[in-house]
Every structure is written in C-alpha cells, then in structure tokens.
C-alpha cells in the first residue's frame, strides 16, 4: 500500500464544482488583488475566528514580519522564538533586520516553555526583547496564559504563529487572536490550504489593523501617497475564493483529522512511543499527527516510507543549529529539549479522507517497526 502524507486531491475532488465556479467568477469580474473577494473572505474569517480584523496577505511568513513591523518592531530589537519550529517562525523578524533570541520548549507539547522564556527575560541580553512569536505548533496551542503573563510582565508585544493552528481554541479563543495580532498560513497542505500562497493576520486591535491595511500595500493611505515603508504583501482574489469555499468544509475536516488521531491513540497505546500530549487548555486540530521514539526518528521514518508510508521528520534540526542562524552564536547543548525533539520526533499521515483501511495499514506496520 502506498500512503502519501497529505492527498489533496482527495479532498478537492468533491468540490470541485463549487471550486470551479468560484474562480471563473473572479476570472469574469477580472477583479484579481484585494477587492470585494478577498474582503468578503475577511468577513467569513472574522466570523469564524470570533475577532475584529482578518486581513488578507500574501503568506503566512509575510503575516509575520508584517505583523512586527506594524507593532513597531525595529532592526536590532530582539524577538523571542521557540528553538523548534519551521524556519519562517525565525526568519520572519530575522528578515526585518530583528534578531531571533531563541527559547527551549517544552517536552511533552512541543510548543515554547515559558520557563525557558522566563530565564531569558530574567538575564541580560545583547540585545533588548521586544517581542515574541508563540507557535502554536502541529495544531495545538501554546500555553498562552502563562505566555500572556510573561509579556505583560516584560512590555513584549505578542505576535503568535498560527500558521499550523487555524482553527484550534485556547480555552475558547481561537488561535491567533489572543495576543496582540496572529499570523496564520494557507499554504496548499495546511488544514485550511489555498491553491498557492495566501495567509492573513488576526487581530482585535482597530489601530493595529488600520496600520496593517497601510503597510500590507505598499505604505499606501491613499492611492499614490505613501505614508510608510509598505510592502507589497496583498492576498489575491483567486486565493481567496478557494479559501472561502473551503472554510465551509474546515469544521468538518478538523473533526475527521481529531477521530483519526483519537483512532491512532487508541491503537497505539502502550507501545514503546510516545503519543500526543493535548493539555487541558487547548484543543488540538492535528495539522500533524508526532509521535516520539526514543531511539532515532530518521531511522523509524525511513522504516515506514519502506513500508509504503509517507512519514515525515518536521524538523531534523532545531533552529539554533541551522546553518542560517549561524551569525546568531548558538551552539548544539543550548536547548537540549529541542534537540531532543529534533532526534525523537516523527509524523504519521493524518489528513480528513485517510481511509480505516488505510489507517489500520499505518497502524500494524508502526507496532512491527517499534524495537
Ligand atoms: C509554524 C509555521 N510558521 C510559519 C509558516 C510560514 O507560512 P507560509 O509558508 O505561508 O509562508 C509555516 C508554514 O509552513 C509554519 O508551519
């Protein structure tokens, strides 16, 4: 059997008319950058995400820097990341000339320790924090009581990454909209996926929002009159049709993906892995589904992919030790937890049209593949 990580083809399938309709009628208004579309799509997400403002950009990296750069963050500021997530967590306020002070996270969730957090805030640093990027990563929350608290504490601004997370509630509020703004991303194989780049920031912050609208385009207050530094970070309209009809659907497919992981718990207890930790103040949508082995999850994924599986390592290395944050001066012992993740951690395939038989499969060859 052969089972890729995600199938978007199977989930597009069934839409395809409503998809199709979609398109051809920004194709006929030719109406193709922000606009009506991309506002109506703006509207739904409020309403979904219970929140102020969504505005449209053009990913979910951009969601980022765009977001710091509108809270005043500035080139030499620092910015708090967690050590263990994807690239652009780190890269986005690295691209505005800020500089990434990374955090451990915590073992059993992944997501950033504010422990960790708390002991840089306590020390002296090179260079002032100003902010942080909590990651609500693989689809759950990050502890963001505790994180809310710290940052009150240390005047931080709060820009969470709700890039893997959309959708997912923190004791009732949804990812991304509890600190200051929220970045989420749409690429193609998020729970909510456009059909290219497309992402967009959440924020209950009139004045926040009417800085973003400026700075998303081009610094423009009025048309040809720019009144900052903007950039050209718009969502086009295509996008947001696409993403408008699949929101529709984005409840249903996050049930699906919380019963196939509820099945692969159930069925891979007690084995010599670790399943997913879910704390009691978040709800988790399983953008992935980790598991943790104490031997070598390089070792462990390559078993599976001989076995037909598409099982991924997200991410070999934490960021600390990429080769990009060189400049930075971290060295391998700096965040042992995240090293450790980094070793351990290994996903299965989890997507809303995984089918039992296809489940069952991934199931039996990961209790062989345990030693
Ligand atoms: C945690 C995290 N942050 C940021 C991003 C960046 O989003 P995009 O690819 O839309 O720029 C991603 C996307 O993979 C992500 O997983």
Known sequence: MKIPALDLRKQIAPLRGELDSAIKEVIDQASFILGEYVERFEQHVCEYCRVKYALGVSNGTDALSLSLLALGIKSGDGVICPAFTYYATAGAPASIGA???????DQDTYNISVESMEKILAKKNKVKVKAVIPVHLYGQCADMDGIMQLAAKYKLK???DAAQAFGAEFQGKKAGTIGDCGGVSFY???????FGDAGAILTNNKTLAEKLLIWRNQGN????????????????????VVLDVKLRYL??????????????NEKLAGLALKTP?????????YHQYTLRTSKSNK?????LQGKGIDSRVFYPVP???????????YKRGDFPEAEKAAKQAFTLPIYPDLTREEQDYIIQSVREGVY
Request: aromatic content about 16%; hydrophobic content about 35%.
């Open 99 to 105: 500089v990434p002070v990374f955090a451990d996270i």
């Open 158 to 160: 709060v820009v969470e």
């Open 188 to 194: 193609p194989g998020k729970n909510l996926g456009a």
């Open 221 to 240: 207050e009025n048309k040809y009159y720019h009144s900052v530094l903007g950039r050209n970070n718009r969502l086009d309209a295509i996008q947001a």
């Open 251 to 264: 409840d249903e497919w996050n049930r699906k993906r919380q019963e196939v992981a509820r099945y692969y």
């Open 277 to 285: 930790f879910v704390p009691g103040y978040t709800t988790h949508i």
């Open 299 to 303: 070792k462990f994924m390559d078993y």
């Open 319 to 329: 960021l600390h030790l990429q080769k990009c944050f060189k400049y930075l001066g």
